[in-house]
């Protein structure tokens, strides 16, 4: 088994009044409280929306267990967050927590004992619960990332390739 941390590389669906997968940092991990100049905010007009982002995917892996990561907070009002992803066309259970007030905290849970393809799709969704009716009511993500643990399928390496003498075309 080996284990990979896949971080948005690409927008697949914005709702946030806020929102790019560039202004997620793509250094920062966990337990580490850095990375928040930049940030993606939902505000009273987000309720219950869900941003998706695609992330780096590894050709015929298996994934066993998922981690998520997010580091957030909410200001005025202590915001909803959740949590989910989508690896191979599959997703889980949203995870669902109540952001702490001003300051950035790590929002984090798993899933475990899966068996999923990742099939080209990998993706985390951040989403906002039922935001505050104030218009200073806001909730901010800076960080967000997915722990993948996976093993390879019989199929994993080069596709479409031919190997003639030794070379590569």
């Known amino acids: 088994m080996a284990t990979l941390i896949v971080r948005p590389i690409k ?4 709702s946030w009044s806020s929102s790019d997968y560039s202004n ?4 920062v991990t966990y337990p580490d ?3 928040t100049a930049d940030y993606n905010r939902a505000n009273k007009n987000d309720d219950n929306e869900v941003e998706k982002y695609g992330c780096t995917t590894i050709d015929h892996a298996i994934v066993s267990d998922i981690e998520i990561y997010m580091l957030a907070r909410a200001l005025n009002t202590a ?5 989910n992803y989508n690896i191979g066309g599959s997703s889980g259970v949203a995870k669902t927590w109540t ?7 790590w929002y984090t849970d798993s899933w475990t004992g899966l068996s999923l393809p990742m099939n080209r799709i990998c993706e985390i969704w951040p989403g906002a619960g039922a935001m505050g009716s104030s218009g ?3 909730l901010d993500v800076a ?4 722990k993948l643990t996976y093993t390879l399928g019989p ?15």
């Open 33 to 35: 409280i850095d990375g």
């Open 99 to 105: 952001v702490a007030l001003t300051n950035w905290v």
């Open 136 to 138: 200073s009511d806001y």
């Open 155 to 169: 199929y994993h390496g080069i596709q479409g390739g031919n190997i003639q003498g030794g070379n590569i075309r």
């Open 79 to 83: 915001g909803p967050l959740t949590g």
């Open 11 to 14: 927008n697949v669906k914005k």
């Open 24 to 27: 997620i940092d793509d250094v």
């Open 143 to 146: 960080v967000a990332y997915l």
